[in-house]
C-alpha cells in the first residue's frame, strides 16, 4: 500500500497554534514590566512559513567556519591551505567589510544571532533567577510581549540589511534558544500578556468552558478564571493511587500552549526574515534536544 509521507511543513500546516499581533514601541524587558496592559491576541491557525526555493549550491557540503580564534579577513591562507571555502558573521550589522570579503572570494557564509543574543536564548545570570523555581515564573523578555518582538525584528532588520548584499546561505535567528534554561525544567511564563494568549487559545481548543470543567474536573465560570498551574502544583494531586484518578490536564495543556507559543513566535520571526530577504532560509541552529520542546510544533 502506498503511504504518503507527511513533511515537517505539512505537520505545521495542520497544526493548530495561537496567532498574535505581535508589533510594538521601544523595547522594555518585560520582567520588568509587570503591569502591562493586557491585550486580546487573535487566536487561529499558525500559517506555513513561505517555501525557500532550492538552488543547485546548497546540494553540496561545504563548512561554514565558526570565528572563534580565527578571523577569515586576516587568516585566508590558513583557509586556502586547509581546504575551506566558507564562514559565519556574527550578527552582521557592522560586518560591510566580511560581506565584501564574500564576493571578493566567492566565499558564502550564514548569519547568526541575526535576531541578536539574550532573548531567544537567555544569559546564564538571567537564567538563575528563573531555574530551579516550584513556582510559575514570568519569562524574562517574555515573548508575548509585543515590545520583545518589536526588538527582535529590529535587530533582524539590522543585520540582514547589512549581510544580504554578499553570498549568505541562511540567517539563524539565535542558537541554543528554549523558553527557559536549556534542559532545565524551567515553569514559565505568567506574563500578564502570556497567560492573555493562554485563556484565547484554551477558548479556540476548547470551543466552551463546560468542555474545558469536564476535561479538567473543574467548575470555572469563563475562561478569563482559568489560572496556568504549574507541575509542582499538580503532582500534589497526584501522589496517590489511583492512577485512574490522576488528572494531569491543567498542567499539560499549559506546557503545550507554551510550546505553541515558541512555535508561532518563530514562524513570525521566519515570516519577517523572509520579507527583508525573500531567496534566503531563515530560523535557527544548535537547539536540538537541549530545549525540551515538542519539535513536532
Given at each position: 500500500m502506498r503511504t504518503t509521507r507527511l513533511t515537517r511543513r505539512a505537520l505545521l500546516g495542520r497544526t493548530l497554534l495561537t496567532g498574535a499581533a505581535l508589533s510594538g514601541s521601544a523595547f522594555k524587558p518585560a520582567w520588568a514590566d509587570s503591569?502591562?496592559?493586557?491585550?486580546?491576541?487573535?487566536?487561529?491557525?499558525?500559517?506555513?512559513v513561505p517555501v525557500i526555493?532550492?538552488?543547485?549550491?546548497?546540494?553540496?557540503?561545504?563548512?561554514?567556519?565558526?570565528q572563534f580564534q580565527n578571523d577569515v579577513r586576516r587568516d585566508g591562507p590558513l583557509y586556502d591551505a586547509a581546504g575551506l571555502h566558507g564562514f559565519h558573521i556574527d550578527r552582521g550589522v557592522?560586518?560591510?567589510?566580511?560581506?565584501?570579503?564574500?564576493?571578493?572570494?566567492?566565499?558564502?557564509?550564514?548569519v547568526d544571532h541575526a535576531a541578536g543574543k539574550g532573548i531567544l536564548f537567555l544569559h546564564k545570570d538571567v537564567?538563575?533567577?528563573?531555574?530551579r523555581q516550584a513556582a510559575l515564573q514570568v519569562r524574562p523578555y517574555s515573548l508575548a510581549d509585543p515590545k520583545t518582538i518589536d526588538t527582535l525584528k529590529g535587530w533582524l532588520r539590522?543585520?540582514?540589511?547589512?549581510?544580504?548584499?554578499?553570498?549568505?546561505?541562511?540567517?539563524?535567528?539565535?542558537?541554543?534558544i528554549s523558553?527557559?534554561?536549556?534542559?532545565?525544567?524551567?515553569?514559565?511564563?505568567?506574563?500578564?500578556?502570556?497567560?492573555?494568549w493562554y485563556r484565547r487559545w484554551l477558548a479556540r481548543r476548547?470551543?466552551?468552558?463546560?468542555?474545558?470543567?469536564?476535561?479538567?474536573?473543574?467548575?470555572f465560570v469563563s475562561f478569563d478564571d482559568v489560572q496556568p498551574r504549574g507541575f509542582d502544583e499538580v503532582r500534589q494531586g497526584a501522589a496517590r493511587p489511583p492512577l485512574a484518578a490522576w488528572?494531569?490536564?491543567?498542567?499539560?495543556?499549559?506546557?503545550?500552549?507554551?510550546?505553541?507559543?515558541?512555535?508561532?513566535?518563530l514562524a513570525d520571526l521566519t515570516r519577517y526574515t523572509n520579507s527583508l530577504d525573500p531567496s534566503i532560509p531563515a530560523g535557527f541552529v544548535a537547539s536540538g534536544s537541549v530545549d525540551g520542546s515538542d519539535r513536532s510544533r
Open positions: 503591569t502591562s496592559a493586557v491585550q486580546a491576541y487573535p487566536v487561529g491557525e499558525l500559517a506555513p526555493r532550492q538552488r543547485a549550491d546548497w546540494k553540496r557540503f561545504i563548512v561554514l567556519v565558526w557592522d560586518a560591510e567589510e566580511q560581506v565584501r570579503l564574500s564576493l571578493t572570494r566567492q566565499f558564502p557564509y550564514y537564567q538563575a533567577r528563573i531555574t539590522d543585520n540582514v540589511g547589512t549581510t544580504k548584499k554578499g553570498l549568505v546561505y541562511a540567517y539563524a535567528f539565535d542558537d541554543e523558553l527557559g534554561a536549556f534542559n532545565d525544567p524551567v515553569e514559565v511564563d505568567i506574563h500578564p500578556l502570556s497567560v492573555a476548547y470551543g466552551n468552558i463546560q468542555s474545558l470543567n469536564a476535561a479538567w474536573a473543574t467548575a488528572n494531569l490536564s491543567p498542567w499539560m495543556e499549559w506546557r503545550h500552549f507554551m510550546d505553541s507559543q515558541f512555535a508561532h513566535v
